[in-house]
DNA sequence: CGGAGCGTTTTGTATTGACTGAACGAACCG
DNA sequence: CGGTTCGTTCAGTCAATACAAAACGCTCCG
């Protein structure tokens, strides 16, 4: 288990630095990465040795991220969380999003009457460069999406077919 | 020139959050954009109302990131800044590079032995998703690359024309 | 040598943010 | 109702960071 731990600590160093989350929202992120089904927020607290008030804050910082997303069960107050299926587009929209937002200003910049030429030039070069990167990336993203949900529906079926043969229960998910 | 500050300003909070730059350093940027030619040390802190240590470190730092160069003329003691002529790609490599060290580490989490085919499986869709992304941007910022260098060369070259029509000298620059 | 004009490094301060423990509030149970 | 068991919020501490002012070091003068 504490081959795990080490790598916990280390995708959540990548995630501080990508994303910019505090240290234990990117632990929270590799070890719900790594966690079959759910976590509740106190089994996060022990594991990551934090109080149960960082998980409480952070989990929700996640969640509005859309990497996380938060489950409840009929009859158990407690919260549990999951990492979301789609985590890392999750992200990458996110931070489309920004350059989106830098391409408007970079625009609104371009619609001052500015005396340079250089000056027009460079905004126009970098409104477009910027377009067309994060247009293509979208674009992309989408194509990727398709993609998988094709190979995972075929994966899916097998799968029962294998079931069907089998025609066994529980298959122990711990 | 008010109205110049303000676009300053606006760009700064962009930057400032898109590449989490302290605010020194994002201004620096986005005066560099809205600048023709050069900027010295002193112009930025005059022009910014900051002192001339900020600017030095933080000059410094865009440098190191690429999207800022330094510039010395003979005769001349002072140091001047530009913005790169390829800032916003730089940028972009950059969080390639750090989506990269990303993959790197859930591939390590992918050669580990994993009891969870859940886990293993999801690992395996966040590197094949990443990598893929990954792959298609860089590929897509190359073909963005060589289609602007076509253009420019094609800019530059009825520009020389019409400079061989006028057969005048300096362009008044500012 | 003694400035003057550069950029850098250092030192101190203020701000920001992460994190915790404790207090709190709600839902459940006896 | 009083006690649990949850999650959240609050208040305080601690560390990291941004920034400025001052000291420093270098180079070019006179």
Redesign the pocket.
């Known amino acids: 288990m504490d081959e795990q731990d080490r790598l916990i600590e280390r995708l959540g160093l990548v995630f501080e630095e990508s994303d910019r989350m ?4 990117s632990r929270i992120l590799g070890l719900l990465l790594l966690t079959p089904g759910e976590c ?3 089994q996060m607290a022990e594991r990551l ?6 998980i ?5 910082r996640l969640e509005e991220c859309g990497v996380v997303e938060r489950i409840t069960r009929k009859g158990d ?3 549990y969380y999951r990492i979301a299926p789609d985590h890392y587009s999750r992200t990458l929209e996110r931070r489309l999003k920004v350059m989106a937002r830098l391409i408007a200003v970079l625009d609104e910049g371009r619609q001052m009457k500015i005396e340079s030429r250089e000056v027009r030039e460079r905004l126009d070069e970098a409104v477009e460069g910027l377009r067309f990167v994060v247009e293509a990336t979208t674009h992309e993203l989408e194509r990727w999406h398709a993609e998988r949900d094709k190979r995972k529906a075929a994966r899916q079926k097998t799968r029962e077919e294998r079931a069907g043969l089998r025609a066994n229960g529980a298959a122990a998910g711990r």
């Open positions: 505090p240290r234990i929202a509740s927020l106190e040795s934090v109080s149960r008030a960082s409480s804050v952070d989990a929700r107050r407690r919260d």
